[in-house]
């Protein structure tokens, strides 16, 4: 894929099916433009002292698409391609996301430009430390949470909570979510988004009337999204035929034995390559498989109007952000393939960080019953109200989800503003 597809597509795509709700709702030209833009784009550079004695600088960006509904969320990115573009995309869909599973967030996005795979540890909580720092007036649990994303994980996310928290002069766990327990984490958070999307893949086959136990799923990406979602729709019964991460893709029609596969992926380094009991194939061909379910679960953009009419998936559930271009959503729905949208199918990891950032507020911890049964909650009322408002408006999911969220943000936006523009509010 080439730097521009990935500098340019993203960011497009949602644009291109927020015009198409947006037309829908009729929304009101201004309103429109002011939810195509985010309201703030923060780019910092700072330096930090590399291991080896010399100086280094990094560039940063942190995103607010919106607040109308509530704080902003979104992950960080630590990432050699990481550009605003992307940036803004991703600050969008969590919007959206929030909006359509109804959690109290707007959306944001933040990045560093860098390798996590080449720094070592006192390395990046050093680059995590300086970026905090320069945004330590952006960041605050009743402003802006950040959380884990691409290349960053539990340690970063304590790093940002101590370096905030030392210049704010106090303890503070709401400002970030993804935190390891013992810094004020939740459970169940690590595998939250798996979780959603294998909640959200069975609710899609009881749609189709197909049965967990005779259904096959191909999985792209085998990162903490995908691990989780192919160990519980195994534990449901339903036949992982492949799964994939950047070294290999491998296939196996009589279904692969995820724990066993888990325990070679953690003794191997986290990687698959050289796993046995199956039959290595491309990677773009674990997209082109005959299987009931199809779950990219890597990156964006894998499918497009080049491949699209080659998927035989009776669905596409969406673990990865954006993994279906917008040039593609005609030829699927064309095709017949019921396509369920991240900014529905990955909600889990945003509604969980959203009960982290609860128990945090109120001081209270919760036990992990409690927190799967409100995620399973939340996300059968999203799903539901999502086919419900398609079969009204004779629309994909897609496009009823958006159609959902950009309602809800733009009815929300356009009360806070008849308000402001009260006497009351108005300066004198």
């Known amino acids: 894929m080439s730097t521009e597809l990935i500098k340019q597509n993203p960011f497009q795509s949602m644009i291109d099916r927020f015009n198409i709700a947006a037309d829908i709702l009729r929304l009101d030209e201004s309103i429109r433009q002011k939810l195509q833009r985010p309201e703030k784009q923060i780019v910092v550079n700072f330096s930090i002292t590399l291991d080896n004695g010399s100086e280094k600088n990094f560039e940063g960006y942190r995103v607010i698409h919106n607040t109308a509904l509530g704080p902003s969320k979104g992950g960080i990115r630590y990432d050699t391609a990481v550009n605003l573009d992307e940036v803004k995309a991703l600050a969008a869909w969590m919007t959206w996301k929030s909006a359509v599973t109804g959690i109290p967030f ?77 810094s004020g984490g939740s459970l169940g958070r690590v595998e939250a988004t798996g979780r959603g999307v294998s909640i959200i893949t069975l609710l899609a086959l009881e749609k189709l009337k197909l049965r967990p136990a005779r259904s096959s799923v191909a999985i792209q990406g085998f990162g903490n999204v995908g691990l989780h979602s192919a160990l519980f729709l195994f534990e449901k019964g339903l036949k992982v035929v492949a799964v994939s991460d950047v070294s290999e893709a491998f296939y196996n029609p009589e279904g692969l034995n995820i724990p066993e596969l888990i325990l070679y992926y953690n003794l191997n380094n986290k990687s698959i390559k050289g796993y046995p009991n199956s039959v290595a194939i491309k990677h773009e061909d674990l997209l082109l498989l005959d299987v009931d379910v199809l779950i990219p679960a890597a990156k964006e953009d894998v499918i497009t109007q080049k491949n699209a009419h080659d998927i035989r998936a009776k669905i596409i559930v969406e673990g990865a952000n954006g993994p279906v271009s917008s040039d ?29 950032w609860l128990q945090n507020s109120l001081l209270e911890s919760w036990r992990i019953h409690q927190i799967n049964t409100r995620l399973e909650d939340i996300l059968e009322k999203g799903f539901e109200t999502v086919f419900r408002i398609a079969s009204k408006h004779n629309v994909t999911p897609r496009i009823a989800a958006y159609i959902i969220a950009l309602k809800k943000v733009a009815d929300t936006q356009s009360v806070k503003e008849v308000a402001l523009d009260t006497p009351k509010f108005k300066q004198n």
């Open 328 to 356: 593609a959503d005609k030829i699927l729905h064309d095709n017949n393939v019921l396509v369920v949208p991240d900014i529905l199918a990955n909600a889990g990891g945003v509604t969980v960080s959203y009960f982290e």
């Open 106 to 182: 707007g959306g944001a996005k933040g990045g560093i430009i860098c390798d996590p795979r080449t720094l070592s540890k006192s390395e990046l909580e050093k680059i995590t430390r300086a970026y905090t720092k320069a945004l330590s007036d952006v960041f605050g649990p009743d402003k802006d949470v950040p959380a884990p994303d691409m290349g960053t994980g539990p340690d970063e996310m304590g790093w940002l909570m101590d370096e905030f928290s030392i210049v704010h002069g106090k303890t503070i766990h709401a400002v970030v979510t993804g935190k390891h327990l013992h």
